[in-house]
């Protein structure tokens, strides 16, 4: 357990379907992260939050549109998605968003676009 | 972006042996961080480093953050079978937007 929990672990959805991912964090961090990973790519960082605000979007799709309501949760929304946007979602979070800081990940929800 | 360079991309290895894998960039690198991922999970923090020359230990794993600031290594000593995985290497580099590279890991697999 790394403190970060993540839901669904695996989801399986049509190119017109809205599904949403959800991230929970029970370790008091300030920062939460989006990351996906395909096969044989290095990790993508996507979305950063920090104190709920959203600091960087990495050139993400807007097909892609998270949420940070709070600190401790962090949603990513999905419409419209492509088979190619099929891979392990990550989510991570850490103290705060400077990187000195160790970063802690979820179990990652696998996603398939069909 | 940054790049790191992770190798080997892969080893084949017999239960018991000593494995040892590394990272390097052309960049002078803040944080040295190491992760394990088991297939279907998401990374697991091993080890990290946050001074240049710095060896630290979590059991049976070593790593140490280079002089230059530029590599890192991770060894890992008699290896089980419970070691295989993916290992990959994250850091932050020196005047950059501080955000966590990650290299392309390392994938081993042991024999028992």
């Given amino acids: ?114 | 972006g940054q790049q790191l360079n992770q190798s080997p991309q892969s080893m084949f290895i017999q239960e018991g042996e000593d494995v040892s894998m590394n990272c390097t960039s052309s960049s002078i690198f803040n944080t040295w961080l190491w992760y394990k991922q088991d297939p279907g999970e998401g990374p697991v923090l091993l080890i990290a480093l946050y001074k240049a020359g710095e060896l630290t230990s979590n059991g049976r794993l070593t790593a140490q953050f280079g002089i230059t600031r530029k590599d890192s290594f991770l060894n890992i000593s008699a290896s089980i079978p419970s070691d295989v995985g993916i290992y990959f290497c994250a850091g932050t580099t020196q005047g950059g937007s501080e955000k966590l590279v990650f290299g392309k890991g390392t994938k081993l697999t042991v024999n028992p």
């Fill in chain 1, 1 to 114: 357990e790394t403190g970060v929990t993540q839901t669904p672990r695996h989801l399986v959805m049509g190119m017109t379907n809205k599904k949403s991912l959800k991230c929970e964090q029970h370790l008091g961090h300030n920062a939460m992260y989006w990351y996906k990973q395909s096969a044989k790519k290095p990790l993508e960082l996507m979305f950063v939050y920090n104190f709920k605000e959203q600091t960087e979007n990495n050139s993400v799709p807007s097909r892609f549109s998270p949420e940070c309501p709070n600190s401790s949760h962090l949603f990513l929304h999905l419409h419209t998605l492509q088979p190619e946007d099929s891979a392990l979602y990550l989510c991570a979070s850490s103290q705060d968003d400077r990187g000195n800081t160790e970063a802690f990940f979820g179990q990652g929800t696998r996603l398939t676009v069909v």
